[in-house]
């Protein structure tokens, strides 16, 4: 497959297995989040009505860039809000080809897996559930090829997938010092028992 998603995960695959062998998880259910570069998310209003949830698939042949038999969506109500009486309503969608992808692989090693969602949501998750929502959160996932960024309060939330990366501060470190990808990854990854440290925050500095 050309798509850089599934290619990822192909190259994952040892990796991947094992995991599996090394914490018993093969059947086991299993959550798979997908970079938010691959999720389409429409966030809209809609007016007080009683059939809600009759109306969504209908907006979401407007919302969704492409026939629905081409994607997989799913919806979240996130309640009426006081001042428009509106209900705020959000519908996230991936193309059915990357969670096939996805899919088949977890099959090929025997991963059980029941739940797929988008990693901003995987970090929203995570923090409400280690830190409550007493106070704003605000947070930051990062990796590879994308950084999350999630700012919630008990009334609503607001995602961000940045489009700068482990690889951007990777690339800058072999800009700047003219060195091979590899080496800048290790002198990224290393960068506390650097002696140039200082030196090297100074190139990565936005």
């Known amino acids: 497959s050309a798509d850089p998603l599934f290619g990822s995960i ?3 695959k040892p990796a991947l297995k094992m995991l599996i062998e090394d914490k ?3 059947g086991v259910p299993v959550g798979i989040s997908i970079s938010g570069r691959n999720v389409l ?5 809609l007016p007080p009505i009683d059939n809600i949830h009759e109306l969504i698939p209908l907006e979401a042949k407007m919302q969704i860039p492409f026939p629905l038999e081409e994607v997989v969506w799913d919806y979240h109500v996130f309640g009426v809000n006081p001042e428009t009486l509106e209900t705020d309503v959000a519908i996230f969608a991936v193309k059915r080809d990357v969670i096939d992808g996805i899919l ?7 991963l059980n897996v029941t739940v797929i969602q988008s990693s901003a949501f995987s970090v929203l998750n995570f923090g409400v559930l280690q ?5 704003p959160l605000v947070m ?8 999350d960024l999630v700012i919630c309060d008990k009334a609503t939330f607001w995602p ?8 951007t501060f990777t690339r800058a470190l072999q ?3 003219q060195i091979p990808f590899d080496e800048a990854e290790k002198l990224k990854i290393n960068l506390k028992e650097s002696g140039q440290s200082d030196r090297i925050f100074k190139v990565i500095e936005p």
């Open 175 to 177: 800009s700047k010092f």
């Open 10 to 12: 192909e190259s994952a």
């Open 131 to 135: 830190y409550g929502l007493e106070k």
């Open 24 to 26: 018993n998880l093969e």
């Open 104 to 110: 088949k692989i977890a099959n090929e090693l025997k």
């Open 160 to 167: 961000r997938s940045l489009p700068i990366n482990g690889s």
């Open 41 to 45: 998310p429409r966030y809209f209003n």
């Open 140 to 147: 930051l996932e990062g990796g590879s090829k994308n950084i």
